[in-house]
């Protein structure tokens, strides 16, 4: 029976130690850390008691002062936390009312991880927010509003330039019916491309999740990442895909370090799809590129609505 519990007990504490090394923590700020895996961000603060005051109070004054200092490098690692390869949260709180309230709410909720009187006299605190939720929720309707706006103008631009060269395509010139014959080849290609990736990916079991190792590549984490197709074009997060992720409060992918963590992890399902990426997308390392075959099922997916509500993990150095 002992010895039971003692196996027991170390299969545990195993699987917690493999749990955590699978982590993928980035330090940031004076003393916090962004975990990737949980979406949250710590940080660390210190403090003392006011000389002169009641013994039995000072402990409580030290660990006051703490939070305060907690709270205040909090708010320096949320600023520090990458969105894309060029710009960081505190860019967006500069420009945004609406992310920098986010940001400053998140903080005042945090909760305390840990507390410890110390036998100098001095406290210390550890306080822990989620980046999920108010703070990405911002973040992404941010960038979604400026993805609109570059659209709309784009749009606008093509419909005055179609409109413009209408009267040239009435002409129909050897060179506009080859244009024409070009684009339906491509419309017949893409349709046979979503035939041959259902077939790919067709299980038994419905995919739950996406696992993307993109290990070796130099791919680094952000609050926006992206997955293209060589070509350039975005597979995720699309349009639909990104709506959903702003009403659920989720970020667009979590990180780890270990591919076995990443495919039992309860996010991505009981039959996640495995996809090893390539490279980087022109030298931008929260950009990822991924290969034709696994492009089309990563398209399939998208287009049939298969991703809605999966979870999305990526492992990398």
């Not at 975990?35 to 006011?50: C, L, M, N, R």
Request: aromatic share 6%; hydrophobic share 40%; glycine share 6%.
């Amino acid at each position: 029976m002992k010895k039971t519990l003692l196996v027991t007990l170390l299969l545990f504490v195993t699987h917690n130690l493999f749990a955590q090394e699978s982590h993928f923590r980035e330090y940031v700020g004076a003393s916090g850390t962004i975990d990737w895996t949980k979406a949250s961000v710590e940080a660390i603060g210190y403090g003392i008691s006011p000389a002169g005051k009641n013994p039995k109070v000072m402990p409580l004054l030290a660990c006051r002062a703490a939070i305060v200092d907690a709270q205040r490098n909090l708010l320096e690692s949320f600023q520090g936390v990458r969105v894309t390869s060029t710009t960081l949260v505190s860019n967006y709180a500069l420009t945004s009312d609406i992310v920098k309230s986010s940001v400053e709410g998140t903080v005042q909720g945090a909760i305390i991880k840990s507390r410890i009187n110390r036998a100098d006299g001095s406290c210390k605190v550890v306080l822990q927010a989620p980046l999920k939720g108010k703070v990405s929720k911002s973040i992404y309707k941010n960038l979604n509003q400026k993805n609109l706006s570059t659209f709309n103008f784009k749009s606008i631009f093509s419909h005055i330039i179609g409109t413009a060269y209408a009267s040239d395509i009435a002409a129909s010139s050897l060179e506009d019916k080859l244009t024409i014959l070009t684009k339906r080849v491509s419309e017949i290609e893409t349709i046979l491309d979503m035939k041959l990736a259902k077939e790919v990916i067709s299980t038994d079991n419905a995919i739950t999740g996406i696992v993307i190792d993109v290990r070796g590549s130099q791919f680094i984490p952000s609050l926006d990442p992206k997955i293209r197709k060589n070509t350039g074009d975005i597979l995720y997060p699309d349009e639909k895909s990104t709506m959903e992720i702003i009403d659920s409060g989720q970020l667009v992918s979590l990180f780890a370090t270990d591919v076995l963590f990443a495919m039992e992890h309860p996010i991505v399902g009981d039959t996640p799809l495995l996809i090893k990426a390539n490279k980087t997308w022109k030298n931008n390392n929260t950009e990822i590129t991924i290969n034709e075959k696994d492009a089309k099922k990563l398209l399939y997916l998208s287009q049939n609505n298969t991703l809605k509500n999966t979870g999305v993990i990526i492992v990398l150095d």
